[in-house]
């Protein structure tokens, strides 16, 4: 049996090292602000409506310093989405909502709808990463945040606060039945205060959460709404080659961690992996922070409104 010897032994550790070393300052100095524009095509609409294009935007975690991230979300209002969908967890830092409202102020102009999520109430805190994979485990919250503040500029601006709220919206000829509730990672949701079946007339029903907890996916589902958009997951954040994402932060499986999926028969989810980290975890390891553009286009008269096939593709970074 060949001996290893000490020298050998130390070269491979240093070199274990370096690899280490290099892996985490790509993933916190490079792909962390490699900002990438995704564009899916979602068939969800009634049987001969046009198109509806809709920006996604989730998990900004802004903190007043990351100009390269304000500057890059103030660039997607030249997509001109004829709506756009925030999912929360805008916050990072209690001086963050000047930051976030200067970030999204071109895109105010569109119509908009948002809920928040635990950092737009909460200041994040360090904690110990193996945490994540233990669902259970105890959350412990930061300072409060200006949440208000954010919410009274978001409406100030025209945007729809959809916390608990049920409404009937008309956005570029298409009739949309929304739906929305508070952040189930705190548990602050309260399903029963906007249950019930969606506007039949509607050519789209829509329902909004941060987290996509599973008890609130399947009350959506149940009452037939076509579309849920959500947020948090961070698309895994850390994701492995061949793999993905290790972990999704809450209750639903890593298939569905990012992206466009199926939730039961009808109903259709789209979970936004985020454009940001928490300042304690700044860093993003195969899985790029990310905006959506959703095109929504009618279902084959064939088909149900929520018809099987969806078309993803990934657009380089805009």
């Not at 805190?125 to 930061?142: E, I, S, T, W």
Request: aromatic share 6%; net charge positive; hydrophobic share 40%.
């Amino acid at each position: 049996m060949p001996v290893i010897s000490s020298v050998a032994l130390r070269r491979a550790a240093l070199g274990a090292t370096g690899v280490a070393v290099a892996g985490v300052g790509y993933a916190s100095l490079i792909e962390r602000n490699a900002f990438v524009l995704r564009e899916t095509t979602m068939p969800v609409l009634r049987p001969g409506s046009a198109s509806l294009r809709v920006l996604h935007i989730s998990d900004l975690h802004m903190t007043p310093g990351q100009k390269r991230k304000q500057q890059w979300v103030r660039e997607l209002a030249a997509l001109e989405p004829d709506l756009v969908i925030n999912t929360g967890d805008n916050l990072a830092h209690p001086r963050a909502v000047p930051s976030v409202v200067q970030a999204l102020s071109p895109l105010m102009s569109r119509p908009g709808m948002f809920v928040f999520g635990s950092n737009d109430y909460f200041a994040p805190v360090p904690k110990n990463p193996l945490k994540y994979f233990d669902k259970n485990h105890k959350r412990v919250f930061g300072d409060p945040l200006p949440w208000q503040d954010l919410r009274a500029a978001f409406a100030e601006r025209g945007w729809v606060d959809m916390t608990h709220v049920r409404r009937d919206v008309e956005v570029a000829g298409i009739k949309i039945a929304t739906a929305g509730v508070d952040d189930p990672h705190l548990q602050r949701d309260r399903y029963d205060t906007v249950a019930g079946a969606p506007n039949p007339l509607a050519d789209l029903s829509l329902g909004l959460t941060h987290s996509p907890e599973p008890r609130v996916l399947d009350r959506f589902a149940a009452d037939g709404y076509d579309l849920v958009l959500a947020g948090h997951t961070h698309g895994g954040q850390l994701c492995l080659p061949f793999f993905g994402a290790l972990v999704t932060n809450c209750g639903i499986d890593r298939a569905r961690v990012k992206g466009p999926s199926r939730w039961g028969a009808h109903t259709r989810l789209h979970v936004s992996a985020g454009l940001g980290t928490s300042p304690w975890a700044p860093y993003r390891f195969c899985c790029r922070p990310e905006a959506t553009l959703i095109t929504l286009v009618a279902a084959a008269p064939k088909q149900s409104r929520t018809a099987p096939d969806i078309a993803a593709t990934t657009a380089g970074a805009h």
